[in-house]
């Protein structure tokens, strides 16, 4: 499985919290929250566009950085 870091618009536990709720859903894949780094870890088979999109369903703004 790859690690990609995810640069993600949060400003409280509430916005980590969504975006947890949505990582959770999707199956196979580990993940982080920094949420005073504003930086999302996913650990997954599953490409860098696939999981952009998936962060998006937030509403919150998401850069990818790169695999780690």
């Known amino acids: 499985m790859t690690k990609h870091e995810f640069q993600v618009e949060m400003t409280c536990e509430g916005c980590s919290g ?3 709720r949505i990582l959770s859903k ?5 993940f982080e ?3 005073p780094k504003n930086l999302v ?4 088979d599953k490409d860098s566009d696939f999981l952009l999109e998936v ?3 937030s509403g919150k703004k998401v850069t990818y950085n790169g695999t780690k």
């Open 18 to 20: 969504a975006i947890s």
């Open 26 to 30: 999707q199956e196979g894949m580990k």
């Open 33 to 35: 929250i920094d949420l």
């Open 41 to 44: 870890w996913v650990e997954s």
């Open 55 to 57: 962060l998006k369903k």
